[in-house]
């Protein structure tokens, strides 16, 4: 695997833990406890990847990086149990951090696959080679997490605004947009 | 110095890290100084909301303050050495990714200091993933020489 392509994987997980970071901010404690975990493994990993130019434990990056889809998965079963709420699990957010994770799993198990125990370092590319790469990663992956990001209750509250008058009341009887008074 | 250390001083088109805080630098002090011309005496210097820069960017003067400080470094890095771009890559990524995430949750509210919009966030966190790429990621070589 070429080292932009490597890159490319550890901006998605960068990604990916944005997103989530985001879930968890709206969500009630046990699922801000497992999203907020979750961003932050991810994160880490990527960080990880572009240091050392190889994925870090893989295995535990795969199962990782299936974790989130499997979170919102079984809140949609478990969610009156876990207090857990539509609004609680923004689904475009949810899809678009499912999306980055799927692709750094696929690229994991093809490394786990390839190379099963010990991965080629790939030699540094061109200045201008890596810069066009990482910045088109960083285009592509911002362009799928700000809209994820954006769609969470928090990334709504903030484009709402605290004195927004296009918040749908939540309580029978409060008018629209004065929820806060 | 780093010669003195045995260590050689790619140059700026064979080092991503001076590549990058070069052009950065050089576009974040255009920024700001077009963000300047934009405000005017328009704005407030910590105004919530201001003026939009290139028609989608929304700045105030702090704003514009901050990008010339910020351009200024990272063109004064990029264009010094390799273990100095690198560091300030990190730094300011490091800064930006915590603007365009805090920032995110700030809009509309008294502390959006820095009259952030959705644009602004966009450019933030992309600026943050590649020097935070490009200094966690490239010239390895130079690191683990003077290391």
Known sequence: MTAVVRQWI?????????????????????????????SVAEIAWCVAVLRADRF??????LAGALLGPLIWAASLFAGPALSVDAANLPPAALAGATLLDVIVAAAVALSLRRHPRVQPIASEPHAGLLLAGLALGAV???G??????????AGIAASDGPHSHSRVSDLPGELPGHTGH | ???????????????????????????YLLVGLLGFIVAGGGVGFIDTEGPLLLGIFQINHLHNVVH????????????????????????????????????FFIVDTAANILALNTADHFLHLVSAVVLL?????????ARSVTA
Do not use: C, E, Q
Not at chain 1, 18 to 23: D, E, I, K
Not at chain 2, 6 to 16: F, I, N, Q, Y
Not at chain 2, 133 to 141: E, H, R, T
């Open chain 1, 144 to 153: 799928v997490a700000l809209p994820a990001l954006g769609s969470t209750s």
């Open chain 1, 56 to 61: 870090p434990l893989r295995s535990v990056a």
């Open chain 1, 140 to 142: 592509a992956v911002t």
């Open chain 2, 133 to 141: 790429g490009v200094a966690l990621g490239a010239d390895k070589s």
């Open chain 2, 1 to 27: 110095m780093s010669t003195a250390r045995g260590t050689a001083r790619p140059s700026l088109t064979k080092s991503p890290n001076r590549l990058v805080a070069t052009i950065f630098g050089v576009v």
């Open chain 1, 10 to 38: 550890a901006l998605a997980a960068l990604g990916a833990g944005l997103v989530h970071l985001g879930v968890a901010a709206g969500a009630p404690p046990v699922l801000l406890a497992l999203f907020g975990l979750l």
């Open chain 2, 68 to 103: 010339l400080l910020i351009g200024a470094a990272l063109l004064i890095a990029g264009l010094s050495s390799v273990s100095a771009a690198k560091s300030v890559n990190g730094l300011v990524g490091a800064v930006y990714l915590l603007v365009g995430i805090v920032g």
